[in-house]
């Protein structure tokens, strides 16, 4: 295992340790999207969003392209790709009847409703 650091993995993690946030890279996990097109998607307010959107960008999770009359926000596939690989690892060898609990079907409900919960850690 390479050398890492304890800071650049606590940003990742923290980022990633947020629900309005997974919930977000799961809406645009359909393709590009505006912040309203976000918002209807997840029932969240805008400016929630938009303060939800900082720290994935900030970690280059997502990218942002500004257009005319709105800002276009996009996975960032590099980077999503290969951590959705290893989640989806980790679960088929250790957390089997993890997929169980939440049939797929209901899983996209599921994260709009734990996304509207008010628990996220805040970078410094």
């Known amino acids: 295992m390479n050398d890492f650091s304890n800071e ?3 940003l990742l993690f923290s980022t990633l340790g947020n629900r309005t946030r997974l919930a977000i890279i799961d809406t645009l996990k359909d393709g590009p999207k505006s912040i309203s097109q ?6 969240q307010e805008a400016d929630i969003v938009s303060e939800n959107l900082k720290p994935l960008e900030k970690c280059v999770l997502i990218t942002s392209e500004v257009g005319e009359n709105q800002t276009i926000y996009s996975l960032n596939k590099e980077i999503v790709e290969p951590l959705s690989h290893a989640l989806e690892h980790h679960t088929a060898k250790h957390c089997p009847g993890l997929r169980e609990c939440i049939p797929k079907e209901k899983l996209r409900d599921y994260m709009k409703k734990e996304a509207a919960k008010a628990t ?3 970078h410094e």
């Open 38 to 43: 976000i918002s209807a998607s997840l029932q």
């Open 8 to 10: 650049a993995y606590f």
């Open 120 to 122: 996220f850690i805040k």
